[in-house]
């Protein structure tokens, strides 16, 4: 089934492969809003209590440099694990699988007319 656009947020499991979905947001959020949140979920779940305390007290001198896609807005945070954010075009469930639907730019000679190319993700859903 289709469930139309969303901020896809998922784990890397990094070195070894695969994916797991930490929550779906609307796509109306703007990407500062998604980073904000991907940020939050990194500190409470991966990072000492210093770390949570040094982030409450100052998120901007924190040290949680995203990488954003300037063109497909793609989000990639943390260096193990990695929590991805995807804007996604189109995401689908069945039978226990999010398929995540996407474009990026392969072709960026031209930055006012770069080439899209769509792509699909398959996560995995916990229930």
Not at 41 to 57: G, H, N, P, Q, T
Not at 63 to 88: C, E, F, K, N, T
Not at 93 to 103: E, M, N, P, W
């Amino acid at each position: 089934m289709k469930h139309g656009p969303a901020w896809v947020i998922f784990q890397e499991h990094y070195p070894k492969s695969g994916r797991s979905l930490l929550t779906l947001l609307s796509a109306r959020k703007s990407r500062d809003d998604v980073v904000r949140f991907m940020e939050q979920v990194y500190v409470d779940r991966f990072c000492s209590i210093e770390s949570r305390l040094a982030y409450k007290k100052s998120r901007k001198s924190y040290a949680l440099d995203p990488l954003v896609d300037p063109y497909s807005q793609i989000i990639h945070l943390g260096d193990g694990p990695i929590l991805v954010g995807i804007p996604a075009r189109q995401v689908a469930l069945k039978d226990g699988v999010l398929a995540v639907s996407y474009k990026i730019a392969v072709d960026r000679s031209d930055p006012l007319n770069p080439l899209w190319e769509s792509r699909l993700i398959l996560v995995g859903v916990d229930s």
